[in-house]
């Protein structure tokens, strides 16, 4: 068996990966498995990890990788790659930190939640591992079922329900933590990566493709900022701000819009957003309103 095609198995994932190590033979070239334990996280790492699994939120760093991913149904992540030549560490650990970013990986390694395996002497282990998930299958529909009840289309008309009591850890743990994260909400997958552009120099950036998505990561780790584009669909911007805004009266949200007269940027502005960029925006602009709404949050 031959290099595989980087790409996401999302469908029978169990299946399929079985499939595949019943065709390794120990004459081919040496493979090996990463496994990030989804399965044994909290239920809000699960979660987030179940939302961002269901955005695609690891396809842009699977595609540049000779990595193949496959997401089982109990939230387990199995990662197969030809053993490498070189640093496998680093696309691993970029996409494992698209997936949990708040999350270290280097953490996760040290907790046994993210697991390494040479699949030559860990084939038994492995193949019974899927075997007891694929008979498991039936028990875990509900769960098959949480990550697509979890996407926006389904909960269009629904509210979106805070959690005070983990919000209050979050705030506690960004009290306290080293590096500092924006999340960045916009349904626009290039407008997100050239905020990510911008930002990384000061911030872990945190892409939200939704608002119930970016709701869900603010309500669990309470980022220092957030840029919150105003037309969002299934969950409008002002909608999101409104959420942010009443449990964490004192966050920082800077609106995207691309129109700075519109009456739904000065409504924004009147509900507490700290500021806006217009699209298409420049790097200086927006570090110059990300400046800004740090140095507001200062005074």
């Given at each position: 068996m031959?290099r595989l095609?980087?790409q996401i ?6 299946r ?5 190590l019943l065709?390794?033979s120990?004459?081919d ?5 990463a ?10 790492s ?7 699994e269901?955005n ?13 991913a496959?997401?089982c ?10 053993e490498?030549v ?6 691993l ?37 899927l075997?007891?998930?694929i008979?498991?299958?039936e028990?875990?529909?509900e ?6 009840t ?12 805070w ?8 705030l ?15 349904d626009?997958?290039i ?8 930002l ?13 998505e970016?709701l869900a990561?603010?309500n669990?780790y309470?980022?220092e ?18 959420m942010?805004?009443?449990?964490d ?8 819009t ?5 009456k ?7 509900i507490g ?8 925006f420049?790097?200086?602009n927006?570090l ?6 740090r ?5």
């Amino acid at each position: 068996m031959g290099r595989l095609s980087p790409q996401i198995v999302a469908k029978d994932a169990e299946r399929a990966l079985l499939d595949c190590l019943l065709q390794l033979s120990y004459g081919d070239l040496p493979w090996e498995v990463a496994i990030l334990h989804g399965s044994q996280m909290n239920p809000t790492s699960r979660n987030i990890l179940r939302l961002r699994e269901a955005n695609a939120s690891i396809s842009h760093n699977i595609y540049r990788t000779d990595i193949t991913a496959y997401l089982c149904s109990d939230s387990d992540i199995f990662f197969l790659y030809p053993e490498p030549v070189g640093d496998i560490w680093s696309p691993l650990h970029a996409i494992v930190k698209e997936l949990l970013p708040f999350l270290d990986p280097h953490q996760l390694v040290e907790k046994k939640l993210f697991t390494f395996h040479d699949v030559t002497h860990s084939y038994e282990h492995l193949f019974h591992m899927l075997r007891s998930k694929i008979s498991l299958e039936e028990a875990y529909k509900e769960v098959h079922n949480i990550a697509n009840t979890l996407k926006p289309s389904s909960l269009e008309h629904a509210p979106y329900v805070w959690d005070p009591s983990l919000f209050e850890k979050a705030l506690t743990q960004r009290g306290s933590r080293k590096e500092q994260f924006a999340l960045v909400i916009d349904d626009d997958s290039i407008q997100r990566q050239l905020a990510r552009e911008v930002l990384c120099a000061e911030y872990g950036v945190v892409p939200a493709p939704d608002g119930y998505e970016g709701l869900a990561l603010y309500n669990a780790y309470a980022p220092e900022i957030v840029f919150l584009d105003i037309d969002l669909p299934h969950l409008d911007g002002l909608s999101v701000l409104r959420m942010i805004l009443q449990n964490d009266p004192d966050a920082i949200v800077v609106m995207f819009t691309a129109d700075s007269r519109s009456k739904t940027l000065q409504q924004a502005l009147s509900i507490g957003a700290k500021g806006f960029v217009t699209k298409p925006f420049s790097a200086s602009n927006m570090l110059q309103h990300a400046k800004r709404a740090r140095a507001a949050k200062m005074v």
